[in-house]
Nanobody, 114 residues
Framework: QERLVESGGGLVQPGGSLRLSCAASRFRFETYAMGWYRQAPGRQRDMVALIHRDGRTNYSDSVKGRFTISRDNAEKLVYLQMNSLKPEDTAVYYC????????WGQGAQVTVSS
């Protein structure tokens, strides 16, 4: 059964850091590109970070230089290290395959506020 479980969200002050984790379940996880997506209230869900199966990474302009995506293929985990957080980073963060599966996990709420 498909499983994507995000964790590590929370409330953080501007300039702070958080690390999100995602546990996936697909067989041969290492053959899939994985992405982190986010959805702010009233806005569409957008990808912010992508890691290919060969380890190459891509980032949206809004997070480039502040966020880092990584993966642990042995444990089927994907991480998002978020530094220098801004209020506009407030959103629910989801991980998914790329291209995205129709199945989405519950997401991790990230709130950046003083």
């Amino acid at each position: 059964q498909e499983r994507l479980v995000e964790s590590g969200g929370g409330l953080v002050q501007p300039g702070g850091s958080l690390r999100l984790s995602c546990a996936a379940s697909r067989f041969r996880f290492e053959t899939y590109a994985m992405g982190w997506y986010r959805q702010a209230p009233g806005r569409q869900r957008d990808m912010v970070a992508l890691i290919h199966r060969d380890g190459r990474t891509n980032y949206s302009d809004s997070v480039k230089g502040r966020f880092t995506i990584s993966r642990d293929n042995a444990e089927k985990l994907v991480y998002l290290q978020m530094n220098s957080l801004k209020p506009e980073d407030t959103a629910v963060y989801y991980c998914n395959y790329y291209p995205a599966s129709r199945f989405w996990g519950q997401g991790a709420q990230v709130t950046v506020s003083s």
